[in-house]
């Protein structure tokens, strides 16, 4: 999946950050949410993977891939679980399966 977005990437990393900001064709893309995607990608087709055999599969830099197991975490997309140790990325819940949560509610 790497060849088919990296060009795409490495074309918004090309362009000036002018254009980004006062042009009409804005991107959202970012290296980390690309990675952020792989993964998500990598888990529904694989399930509960070791960070470490994430890092292996994917063709990005180890830290690249950290930081955005470390983003799905913070959104809420993936959790992580300690055996001994290896760290485990689980795939939360479908949003359709998973209990809704009120977010104005006040704890």
């Given at each position: 999946?790497?060849?088919?977005?990296?060009?795409?990437?490495?074309?918004?990393?090309?362009?000036?950050p002018a254009e980004a900001v006062d042009g009409h064709d804005a991107s959202?893309?970012?290296?980390?949410?690309?990675?952020?995607?792989?993964?998500?990608?990598?888990?529904?087709?694989?399930?509960?993977?070791?960070?470490?055999?994430?890092?292996?599969?994917?063709?990005?830099?180890?830290?690249?891939?950290?930081?955005?197991?470390?983003?799905?975490?913070?959104?809420?997309?993936?959790?992580?679980?300690?055996?001994?140790?290896?760290?485990?990325?689980?795939?939360?819940?479908?949003?359709?399966?998973?209990?809704?949560?009120?977010?104005?509610?006040?704890?």
């Open positions: 999946m790497s060849e088919v977005l990296l060009p795409m990437l490495e074309d918004e990393l090309r362009r000036p959202l893309m970012s290296i980390l949410g690309v990675v952020s995607g792989e993964i998500l990608l990598h888990l529904e087709s694989h399930g509960a993977t070791p960070i470490r055999q994430l890092v292996r599969a994917l063709e990005w830099p180890s830290p690249m891939t950290t930081m955005a197991v470390g983003a799905l975490i913070r959104q809420g997309h993936v959790r992580a679980e300690q055996h001994d140790l290896e760290i485990i990325i689980n795939p939360r819940e479908r949003m359709a399966e998973a209990p809704a949560r009120d977010v104005w509610a006040v704890d």
